[in-house]
């Protein structure tokens, strides 16, 4: 089999992977060639199309590329959360605008991906019979992309349709008439069980936890917001870079300063505002002082009271973590589903599933006949991809062995024995903390230092060191440690999963992150260590 050789190759083509496909290619003149299993480009956004998908963050136009005003100028959107078909149909003007595509490969699995000390060169094979080679590889394979699928006995013997969020068909889905089962509560439930609902005979969610969701308040957008942003994108960008992904002035009060009256009015006026104000915009500490998290916590959970007019139901609903600890969610009417006639929720807590037949779920106390099954069961986050990819580094060592119990790695995109290797939106990268297009951006002109200071020194290899993983795996607990998220079980701590490793997986200060990435670049790449050219 013949191996063509690159530059760099580049594994994806969602929002990471496009951006380091442009810059490596037409910034820095590399020749660059991209994978990608799906059949187009868009990544995340490709596979994620279920009903009612949407940017479960403040979007339009900040859920998007950043470095390019033209880009702004000409892209029309329209909404303010936007949906899976704009941000698809966005990345897909992004790849024709740029002319990405022909240095992208799709429907192509990457099977394997070795290092090879003798050339210093990655070697990737497809499924396709192809081989290719490079200096660089760059995984830009997504946080969000691995499926978690349940494992009820009997699950695989269900006949009806079944559906996973993370992998929804192109084709329409028809819910008219038929008795659907939902499991699962994130973001993706959350968003999808409304649309759901408008056309299923009967909807059945099965939640284990109860979430915070706090209203979106989608929006067209109007005239004077497209030209404000437009004229001032410069600063925008500056104020999303600094202040954590989002160009939001945040509120600096301090809730002892007000009186609980007082206090209750910001909340309810941040409730009206919609979006994920409450969270940051009410007072310092809501996500690390218990006591202020306390009183948000209770304040979301009278709203739930208030909207779901089944006291019984309603119980059911309440969330008892703290507040903003696993992925806020913005949702467009989720509590206001369960007082349709055709909804109903079962308590996995109270009432756990047993297993499937082929024409039902069982659970303790119930059998429940169902036409189709919805899991928004999640996904293994961060890692599960890379995991799933499993390079092998020096010494033939595979990730999977690597990361058997930590996934260590240093500044979120290196990994030690793994040289030239770069992952965007890695384990201990801020990724969903962040907004993750800018995020990309930032990411790949840390990676892209990296390259040209191998290229131009005329050397062979760029590696992080031991020691700089441990001390980097500190930083990031430490940050974490300041707040209430390590105590909640969720994907952030990998608690979604069983058997994964226990670990933050986030860089929870963006803004810090990046300035430490330049940091690093202008001083000597601290924490990394680099090998001659072998020839
Ligand atoms: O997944 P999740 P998601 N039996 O892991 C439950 C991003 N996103 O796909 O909480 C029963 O949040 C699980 O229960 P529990 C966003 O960052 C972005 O919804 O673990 N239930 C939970 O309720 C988001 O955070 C967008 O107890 C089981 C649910 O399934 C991330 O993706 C849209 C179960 C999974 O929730 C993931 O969101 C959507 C089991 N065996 C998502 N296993 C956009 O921006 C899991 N659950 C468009």
Redesign the pocket.
Known sequence: MSTTHYDALIIGSGFSGLYALHHLRDRMGLKVRAFDAAAGVGG??WY?RYPG?????PSSPFYAYTFSQDLVDEWEWTETQTS?SA?LAYLEHFADRFDLEKDIQFNTWVTDANFDEATQLWRIDTDQGQSASAQFLICAVGA?FVA?K???PGIEDFSGECYH??RWPHEPVNFQGKRVAV?????????SIPEIARSAEHLTV????P?YSLPARNRPLNADEVSGYRENWEALRGSMRHRGGWPFKTNRRRAAEYTAQQRHAIYEELWQEGGIHLSINSFVGVVSDEELNAEVSEFVRNKIREIVQDPVTAEKLLPDYHFAT??L?LDNGYFETYNRDNVSLVD?RKDP?KAFTSSSILTQDDEHDIDMLVL????D?VSGSMLNLNPKGRDGLSLQQKWDNRFDNYLGTAIAGFPNLFMIHGPGAPG?FFTMPLGAELTTKFIADCIHHVRDTGLGAIEATTNAETGWDDEINAIADRTLYPQT???YMG??IPGKPRQFLGHLRGSQYFDRLNDVAEHDFEGFVFEPARS
């Open positions: 995340t956004w994620n998908a949407r940017v479960d963050a899976q941000v969000l978690n349940p494992d009820y969020t993370g499991i699962g509560t994130g973001s993706s439930g959350i968003q099965f939640q284990r936890t979430q696993k992925r969610i996995l599933i928004a069961t999640g996904f986050a969903v079980n969720s994907w608690a979604n």
